[in-house]
């Protein structure tokens, strides 16, 4: 199996991995664009209260996201963190390319299971996208071991897609099959219209597991637009996936539904998971005071979460809730 290089630390000592996806997912969705600067400090402070994987943004034209034009100094910077994990998305060969050169870990493709929307948003046709899949694996094969990044196909609009509504089973399946064939390590998916609901979450990745193995689906992307975000989350760690991406306050909101998160909140995901017993080696109260970064450099932004509102319950803490547990 390739890609075996992702460091120690992003899988040892924790139950779930909790990839922070807001530099990219959420930068890219605020108008505003955040200082070089600003971003590095909001990457040290979440990788020193825990977060073992961040995606730290994406390689697009900066014509196209000027948000994220920093994308290769961002990654330069996050390698000198020892532990964390640097994701990229990458929309094509040419931003597989710069990902590999700035030597980001982690590189994921995303394929709208609906052609409709991979038209209109990478203007490109199924069978390009898994053409393009099968060259950057080809690039990747041609690099010494140490140097491969870990590469994930992500199957986007997975529940629903906003132009073509429910995608069929087989197209889905047939994609999947399709970028594991062009030879990535693994597929992911992704609720990008917020459709999904906790059953469709079980159905679906019942359905993948089948179709490509369960070591090759094992993270979700899930956004909190009509309030499923937690419940959805907790329906894929039923079916035994293990990283779950999420955006801290749910940066970059919904602009389909205003007054809602677009990911789901990191914030009130360690919670839950660090409630439930699953270490994910997250301090909480370090992570919340993250949003300061935020809240200064983007004010009027909205941020989102019960967690930093509501607070932690007494006598809790991560630690000490799984004494309680062991204990019990
Ligand atoms: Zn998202």
């Given at each position: 199996m390739q890609g075996l290089d992702i460091p120690d630390a992003a899988i040892s000592?924790?139950?779930?991995?909790?990839?922070?996806?807001?530099?990219?997912?959420?930068?890219?969705?605020?108008?505003?664009?955040?200082?070089?600067?600003?971003?590095?400090?909001?990457?040290?402070?979440?990788a020193a209260a825990g977060v073992r994987e961040i995606e730290v943004g994406s390689f697009v034209p900066a014509s196209i996201l000027p948000q994220l034009a920093d994308t290769a100094e961002i990654v330069a910077h996050a390698l000198t963190i020892p532990g964390l994990t640097v994701a990229v998305l990458v929309p094509n060969m040419r931003g597989a390319v710069a990902a590999i050169e700035a030597g980001a870990h982690k590189i994921t493709l995303p394929l709208s299971v609906s052609e409709t929307h991979s038209?209109?948003?990478?203007?490109?046709?199924?069978?390009?996208?898994?053409?393009?899949?099968?060259?950057?694996?080809?690039?990747?094969?041609?690099?010494?071991?140490?140097?491969?990044?870990?590469?994930?196909?992500?199957?986007?609009?997975?529940?629903?897609?906003?132009?073509?509504?429910?995608i069929p089973d087989a197209q889905i399946a047939r994609l999947a099959e399709g970028l594991m064939a062009a030879g990535c390590d693994e597929v992911g998916i992704s609720d990008t219209t917020g459709y999904a609901d906790p059953a469709a979450v079980k159905r679906l990745i019942a359905l993948l597991h089948g179709v490509v193995g369960v070591q090759a689906l094992t993270g979700i992307h899930l956004h909190?637009?009509?309030?499923?975000?937690?419940?959805?989350?907790?329906?894929?760690?039923?079916?035994?996936?293990?990283?779950?991406?999420?955006?801290?306050?749910?940066?970059?909101?919904?602009?389909?539904?205003?007054?809602a998160s677009g990911n789901i909140v990191t914030e009130d995901l360690v919670f839950m998971l660090e409630a439930m017993g699953l270490r994910t080696g997250i301090?909480?109260?370090?992570?919340?005071?993250?949003?300061?970064?935020?809240?200064?450099?983007?004010?009027?932004?909205?941020?989102?979460?019960?967690?930093?509102?509501?607070?932690?319950?007494?006598?809790?803490?991560?630690?000490?809730?799984?004494?309680?547990?062991?204990?019990?």
């Open positions: 000592g924790i139950d779930i991995l909790v990839s922070e996806v807001g530099p990219r997912d959420g930068l890219q969705s605020v108008s505003q664009i955040m200082p070089t600067e600003t971003k590095k400090a909001w990457i040290n402070a979440e038209l209109r948003n990478l203007r490109r046709t199924h069978d390009q996208v898994l053409a393009e899949a099968k060259e950057i694996a080809g690039l990747i094969a041609t690099l010494p071991a140490e140097r491969r990044p870990h590469f994930e196909g992500s199957l986007s609009t997975a529940f629903g897609c906003t132009l073509e509504g429910p909190n637009t009509r309030g499923l975000g937690l419940a959805n989350a907790l329906a894929a760690l039923d079916c035994g996936l293990t990283t779950l991406d999420s955006s801290l306050g749910g940066l970059g909101g919904c602009p389909f539904a205003p007054g301090d909480i109260d370090r992570l919340t005071a993250v949003r300061d970064i935020l809240c200064r450099a983007m004010p009027g932004e909205p941020l989102y979460g019960f967690i930093p509102d509501a607070g932690l319950p007494l006598g809790f803490n991560t630690a000490g809730a799984r004494r309680i547990k062991e204990a019990s």
